[in-house]
């Protein structure tokens, strides 16, 4: 994380960047630096319960595995944003002074299916950046409308999944599963080849747990397992088996 500091100050100091645009990645370093307190702040709440009297084996165990897979859900999320991260400071590098600019026949969809026409002056990368910050800042429902916006005008673009998917990240921190459940399965069903494919897929898991149906749960961790092999998400996903038995 440290070396994307001088990375966005050279490009600063060398005209390769606007301004905007290192504020833009400062603040996501600012928030992955949030991230990273949480998860330590979740390990003082592990180191506790290891060390605390406890009187009852089985209640301390629950507790335990609460705690441990609040903390891989949490890391899973840094290791999201550092990979949006240095994709933005990419682009930045190989964009130099001039933004991709939503153009020409790269047409998104509107809710009907039909294709939308963009404001002038659209911004896609913009848009992105801007609904990426909100989510780490906690703005969840800013963060829905940016990336529905960035869907509706951008749908074409290279980060269609990842704004899915994080649609679907903002209504599960929002407490709304049923919504999130739907956001991560269009992930997997519109985008079967991205990158954000494991995350989603467990993500659902996880929002069929909190909606109480352990049946579907245990399914989604099953193919997590057999589809995605040897990902971070395929190891959480045998955790999370072991502790449905």
Known sequence: MAAVIPMAALLLFSGCAMKTDIIRVEDKIDAMRVDQQRMNDTMTRLDSM????????????????????????????????????MSQVGNLVQNQNSRPTYVGPQTGTDSTGKTASPPPGVDCQTLYDDSFVNVRRGQYQEAIKGFNDYLKYCGTQESAADARFWIGESYYSLDDYKEALSQFSQV????????KGPGAMYKMGRCYEELGQKKEAKATFNKIVTSYP????????????????
């Not at 301390?60 to 859900?73: E, F, G």
């Not at 971070?232 to 449905?244: I, V, W």
């Open 50 to 85: 290891v060390t605390a009297e406890s009187s009852g084996n089985s209640e301390l165990r629950a507790q335990m595995s609460s705690a441990i897979s609040d903390l891989t859900d949490q890391f899973r999320i840094m290791q999201a944003n550092m990979n949006d991260l």
């Open 188 to 195: 997997i069903k519109d985008y079967p080849s991205s990158k």
């Open 230 to 245: 040897g990902t971070l998400e395929a190891t959480q996903a045998k955790e999370k088996l072991k502790d449905l038995k």
